[in-house]
C-alpha cells in the first residue's frame, strides 16, 4: 500500500543529509546524500549512484552516449569512496580544475527501479543527485518507488484558497492557490477580467525565477516575460476577454534554485544551459506539466490560447487532454547577458525564436 507520506519523510531526511532506504520491485537501495550528509570520520561506501551524465564526464566510456542524462548509474573505484571524495564527484564545479579522477567501473543495476527513483527523490530535494551505497548509517526513512508514483498524481492537487487580488496589470484579477497535502509546493493561478465560457482564455504557464521575477536577473528573460504575460492578459480583459497566469513552483524548470545557480555557475565556465543542467546530473527540462493541466481542469479550463514560444508545450498540455486552440507568440528583445540562453532555447529546445 503506498503513502505519500513516506515521499514527504524521504525528502526531509535528503535535505537534512540523513540515510534513506528507497525500494523497488526489484528490490531496495541504501542510500546516504553525497551532498547534504555530515562529515562524519569512518563513512565509506563501495559504491556510489550517480547520473548518466555525471559518469559520461567521469569518462566512463559506456556512458557517453546516454540518451536519458539523469539516469542512475552505479560505480565503484579501486578504493572505497569517502564522503569527502563523493562530494567532489557529485560537484561539477571542480570538473575544469581536476579532470583526472578515476579509473572508475560502472556496474550493473540489480534494483533499477530503486535507482530511478532516487534520481528522482534527489532533485526533488533540491540536491546533487549523488549518493553512497550501503554506509551502515541509520536509516531515517523509507520510500518506495510506488510512494513516488502516488506523491506525483496531479490528482492529488485541490484549490485551497482564493481571493480578490488588484495587480499593477489590472485592478480586476482574482488568486487561486493550489496544494497537494503532502506536498510543500504552493502553486498560484492569477485570472485576469471575468472567467466566461463564451471566450477562450488567454493562457501562460510561468515556472517560477526568483532570480529573474523578483531580483530582475539579466541572465534569462523570465522578469520581462512575466511582465508582458500580465500585461497582454489586462488588454484582454479590457476588451471583454479574460487571460489567466499559471504560476508554477518550478524554480529552475524543475531543478531547484541552488541547483540552478550552480547550474549558473557552470555557464560562466562557458557551458550553454543544457550542458550545464546534464554536468549537474539534471534533465533540461523538468517541468511538472500534468500539474499545469489539474490546475486548468479545477479552474474548468478546457480551452484555451496558449502565450508561449514554445511548441512543446502545446503539444504536451495536448497530449494532457488540454485543447489548445492557438499558439500566441511571447518572444522579447534579447540583452547582451541573455542572448546564448535564448539562441540555446531556439537551437537545442526547440523555441520559435527569430
Known amino acids: 500500500m503506498t503513502d505519500t507520506r513516506n515521499v514527504a519523510r524521504a525528502l526531509d531526511a535528503l535535505r537534512h543529509g540523513w540515510a534513506i532506504r528507497v525500494t523497488g520491485a526489484d528490490g531496495a537501495l541504501d542510500l546516504l546524500p553525497a551532498e547534504t550528509a555530515f562529515v562524519q570520520p569512518g563513512i565509506y561506501a563501495a559504491r556510489l549512484l550517480i547520473s548518466d551524465a555525471r559518469a559520461a564526464t567521469l569518462k566512463l566510456a559506456n556512458q557517453?552516449?546516454?540518451?536519458?542524462?539523469?539516469?542512475?548509474?552505479?560505480?565503484?573505484?579501486?578504493?572505497?569512496?569517502?564522503?569527502?571524495?563523493?562530494?567532489?564527484?557529485?560537484?561539477?564545479?571542480?570538473?575544469l580544475g581536476s579532470p583526472l579522477r578515476g579509473p572508475f567501473k560502472a556496474d550493473p543495476i540489480d534494483t533499477g527501479e530503486a535507482a530511478t527513483a532516487a534520481m528522482e527523490l534527489a532533485r526533488l530535494a533540491g540536491i546533487l543527485p549523488a549518493f553512497l551505497v550501503s554506509t551502515g548509517v541509520?536509516?531515517?526513512?523509507?520510500?518506495?518507488?510506488?510512494?513516488?508514483?502516488?506523491?506525483?498524481?496531479?490528482?492529488?492537487?485541490?484549490?485551497?484558497?482564493?481571493?480578490?487580488?488588484?495587480?499593477?496589470?489590472?485592478?480586476?484579477?482574482?488568486?487561486?492557490?493550489?496544494?497537494?497535502?503532502?506536498?510543500?509546493?504552493?502553486?498560484?493561478?492569477?485570472?485576469?477580467?471575468?472567467?466566461?465560457?463564451?471566450?477562450?482564455?488567454?493562457?501562460?504557464?510561468?515556472?517560477?525565477?526568483?532570480?529573474?521575477?523578483?531580483?530582475?536577473?539579466?541572465?534569462?528573460?523570465?522578469?520581462p516575460q512575466l511582465d508582458a504575460a500580465l500585461a497582454h492578459m489586462a488588454e484582454e480583459a479590457n476588451a471583454g476577454g479574460w487571460g489567466v497566469l499559471l504560476y508554477l513552483r518550478q524554480e529552475g524548470r524543475g531543478i531547484g534554485l541552488i541547483n540552478k545557480l550552480r547550474a549558473y555557475e557552470l555557464q560562466d565556465q562557458g557551458f550553454d544551459t543544457v550542458d550545464a543542467n546534464e554536468r549537474l546530473g539534471l534533465p533540461s527540462e523538468a517541468r511538472d506539466f500534468p500539474v499545469a493541466a489539474r490546475m486548468l481542469d479545477l479552474l474548468g479550463i478546457a480551452r484555451l490560447r496558449l502565450l508561449t514560444n514554445n511548441p512543446q508545450k502545446v503539444a504536451t498540455l495536448r497530449e494532457l487532454g488540454v485543447e489548445v486552440t492557438?499558439?500566441?507568440?511571447?518572444?522579447?528583445?534579447?540583452?547582451p547577458h541573455n542572448q546564448r540562453y535564448l539562441d540555446t532555447k531556439r537551437d537545442r529546445t526547440g523555441h520559435l525564436l527569430r
Open 138 to 223: 541509520e536509516i531515517a526513512a523509507e520510500v518506495s518507488a510506488a510512494d513516488l508514483a502516488q506523491f506525483k498524481d496531479p490528482l492529488n492537487l485541490t484549490i485551497q484558497a482564493r481571493a480578490r487580488l488588484p495587480v499593477h496589470a489590472c485592478e480586476h484579477a482574482e488568486i487561486v492557490a493550489f496544494r497537494a497535502r503532502d506536498d510543500l509546493r504552493e502553486h498560484v493561478a492569477l485570472v485576469l477580467g471575468t472567467q466566461t465560457s463564451e471566450r477562450e482564455p488567454l493562457v501562460r504557464l510561468h515556472s517560477e525565477c526568483l532570480t529573474g521575477d523578483v531580483l530582475g536577473s539579466l541572465k534569462c528573460d523570465c522578469g
Open 326 to 335: 492557438e499558439r500566441v507568440a511571447h518572444q522579447l528583445p534579447a540583452n
Open 64 to 95: 557517453r552516449d546516454a540518451a536519458v542524462p539523469e539516469a542512475p548509474v552505479l560505480i565503484r573505484g579501486a578504493e572505497p569512496f569517502s564522503l569527502s571524495a563523493a562530494r567532489n564527484l557529485a560537484d561539477p564545479a571542480q570538473d
